[in-house]
């Protein structure tokens, strides 16, 4: 039995019995069961000098007990058909980077030559699209980022094998970040790649000659262009791979806008998920090139070893209490928590009580300044630990400037402002610095409490919301801050006597330029008068 073969772009057949990945080490053969004519045929099993082929095999689920995960799933070619225009699909010599790719290499199906798939002659003419799907807001927004070198070290073998060859790149922006990159794309045009910067409008097919034809502008000429092509090559964004959605909720771990896995931080935990034990690595983040991929691959299974080597979890005791006697069955906080370490218990009546898990907690406090009815505290960030501590750094003030308490989170708040320190930044000396695990454990009140306790202003230092440690903490506290400025108004206090302000932990400059900006603007509003009753 032969099909048409996946792996070489259906440019080849294959047998029912077949290799998934030939390159791959040690090699491991499948049967394909939709042609496979299993006991009717039994060719396979004759051959075997091993006996290694058992026909009546079934699939079944294992369950493999594991220390730790390295997801490294990948990512996978965007579906070109959806774009009609295109004709992907429709035009045989209609074809995409990976099919190439099988075209170039020279133990591939055609021997490293570049024909075209409808008729199997040589193709002369080709056009290479860029952007097929990418940097386009009716599909994929982003740029993936690695299609660019891919399309010109196709155009390169090509013309280096076949120098009479004609070929044309239709761009938007030809990026080529990496070393030597750009002298890559130099290369290219010495060699008489030829590029038109604009973005094809559409791709026809002449059906006497079977050439096809794409139209398009040439922005820097400002002219139209129908350029006849043997064949097409489209550059597809990429894209997650299939099942990468259902594999987060799986294992808890979360998805970007993009529809990539998120890391825990971009620059300083790349490989790291707000789990622990969980790691993600190349193409599951985001398209990367092999070098990319391989160095994170590397610290993915690194950090998975040295994970697994502890031999045991080390867990900070800053995790939350729920008093079950208290709570209400309002279920803000399993939905709030962003490490889902809150579940519900039944408690029989119709009544549901939180439960926490230690091991899942990561002690961000969120729940805390989310629950209605005050019945969950954080070990060792408890409110009245939290308002003793208040009252200790604002009871004395030395200075004639206006006392400012800057409530900051342990990440890049409080980082912010030992970077000034670091820096040698003045502010004045007037701010007293109080640290939370992160600024989403506050509450409304406590905000009127430091004012009661003798602040004069109130400044809560949180991330930024795109890149809060704990997701949701510095979004949950920007809105606690807007509502607190509305009471602070019904109450014939200025409002502006509370601000939010979010920074990147290096951002020490801009805490020394916020904190001299909220001193300057106490000055001016004068000593706050606080009525209270006896």
């Keep these: 039995m032969e099909v048409p073969d996946e792996y070489n772009a259906k440019l080849s057949m294959r ?83 990976l099919e190439l790719a099988r075209m170039v290499d020279g133990f591939g199906p055609t021997g490293g030559v570049i024909v075209r798939p409808s008729n199997r002659q040589p193709a002369k003419k080709i056009v290479f699209i860029q952007c097929v799907g990418s940097r386009d807001r009716r599909w994929k927004p982003y740029c993936s980022s690695i299609c660019c070198m891919i399309s010109l070290k196709h155009a390169t073998l090509i013309k280096s094998a076949y120098p009479e060859a004609d070929i044309s790149v239709c761009y938007i922006d030809i990026r080529t970040t990496g070393r030597e990159h750009e002298y890559y794309y130099e290369q290219a045009r010495e060699m008489g790649i030829k590029f ?51 594999l987060a909720e799986i294992l808890g771990i979360d998805i970007d806008q993009d529809g990539f896995y998120k890391e825990y931080n971009a620059k300083l935990r790349p490989t790291e998920t707000k789990l622990r034990g969980i790691y993600i690595c190349g193409g599951t983040i985001f398209p990367k090139d092999a070098p990319t991929t391989s160095l994170q691959a590397h610290s993915a299974a690194v950090k998975a070893a040295k994970f697994l080597n502890k031999g045991k979890i080390i867990k900070d005791q800053r995790t939350a209490v729920i008093n079950q006697d208290y709570c209400g069955d309002c279920e803000f906080c399993p939905v709030t928590c962003p490490y889902h370490a ?42 009245e630990q939290m308002t003793a501590q208040m009252n200790g750094i604002l009871s004395l003030n030395e200075s004639a400037e206006p006392l400012i308490l800057a409530i900051c989170c342990s990440e890049c708040g409080h980082t912010a402002v030992d970077s000034s320190g670091m820096a040698m930044m003045e502010y004045p000396a007037s701010v007293r610095v109080m640290k ?6 506050l509450q409304i009140h406590q905000f009127l409490e430091a004012f009661k306790a003798g602040a004069q202003g109130v400044m809560v230092v949180g991330c930024k919301s795109d890149g809060c440690h704990y997701e949701v903490g510095s979004q949950k506290a920007e809105k606690k801050v807007d509502l607190a400025k509305t009471l602070l108004n019904e109450y014939g206090i200025e409002s502006e006597r509370l601000e939010m302000f979010q920074f990147v932990f290096i951002e020490g400059d801009k805490f020394a330029e916020a904190a001299q900006m909220m001193s300057e603007r106490l000055k001016k509003l004068g000593n706050l008068k606080l009525m209270i009753g006896p």
């Design 342 to 383: 809150i579940t519900l218990e039944d408690k029989g009546e119709d009544h549901f009580a939180a439960k926490v898990s230690d091991l899942l907690c990561e002690g961000c406090g969120v729940c805390v300044g989310t629950c209605p009815q005050n019945a969950i505290e954080l070990r060792h960030s408890k409110p």
């Design 15 to 97: 047998k029912a019995v077949y290799m998934n990945n030939p390159p791959v080490h040690p090699p491991v053969y499948a049967i394909d069961e939709s042609v496979c004519k299993f006991h009717d045929c039994e060719e396979c099993v004759k051959a075997c000098p091993t006996q290694a082929i058992e026909l009546d095999q079934k699939p079944e689920e294992v369950t493999i007990n594991v220390g730790s995960i390295v997801v490294a799933t990948g990512f996978e070619e965007f579906d070109s058909s959806t774009i009609k225009e295109y004709h992907y699909n429709d035009y045989p010599d209609v074809i995409t980077n």
């Design 196 to 246: 038109v910067k604009g973005r094809p409008t559409e791709i026809s097919r002449d059906p006497k000659t079977g050439k096809l034809v794409v139209d398009t502008e040439d922005a820097l000429l400002h002219r139209l262009l129908e350029l006849e092509a043997d064949l097409v090559v489209l550059a597809p964004a990429m894209v997650p791979s299939e099942g990468t959605k259902e």
């Design 436 to 441: 939370v695990p992160c600024t989403g454990i």
